[in-house]
Nanobody, 124 residues
Framework: QVQLVERGGGLVQAGGSLRLSCAAS????????MGWFRQAPGKEREFVAT????????YYRASVKGRFTISRDSAKKTVYLQMNSLKPEDTAVYYC????WGNGATDQTLYEYWGQGTQVTVSS
């Protein structure tokens, strides 16, 4: 069956960096656009970043643009989220998701598969 497994979350001070990874199995990785979403306590889950199937097109929410970078490694079937200059407001559970033949959507309802999430906590 399809599995998306996120790793790399943790506790970091404001201004620090973390690199999240999401390893996919049970699907043809090259057929899926991949996205990262996050959910803070008491808030709705929101879009963070997306990358298309070939990795040539990326898109970010405004508040993370210039600080976060999404990338993918087809050989490893893994998508990454490099997070720099972290702020306390970035604290959330981060989820990766897969969108079959998507073009990199911000709408989470278009994503068919989801990981279990990884906690990122940024202290001030």
């Amino acid at each position: 069956q399809v599995q998306l497994v996120e790793r790399g979350g943790g506790l970091v001070q404001a201004g620090g960096s973390l690199r999240l990874s999401c390893a996919a199995s049970g699907l043809t990785f090259s057929s899926y656009a991949m996205g990262w979403f996050r959910q803070a306590p008491g808030k709705e889950r929101e879009f963070v970043a997306t990358i298309n199937q070939r990795g040539g097109t990326t898109y970010y929410r405004a508040s993370v643009k210039g600080r976060f970078t999404i990338s993918r490694d087809s050989a490893k079937k893994t998508v990454y989220l490099q997070m720099n200059s972290l702020k306390p407001e970035d604290t959330a559970v981060y989820y990766c998701a897969a969108d079959f033949w998507g073009n990199g959507a911000t709408d989470q309802t278009l994503y068919e598969y989801w990981g279990q999430g990884t906690q990122v906590t940024v202290s001030s």
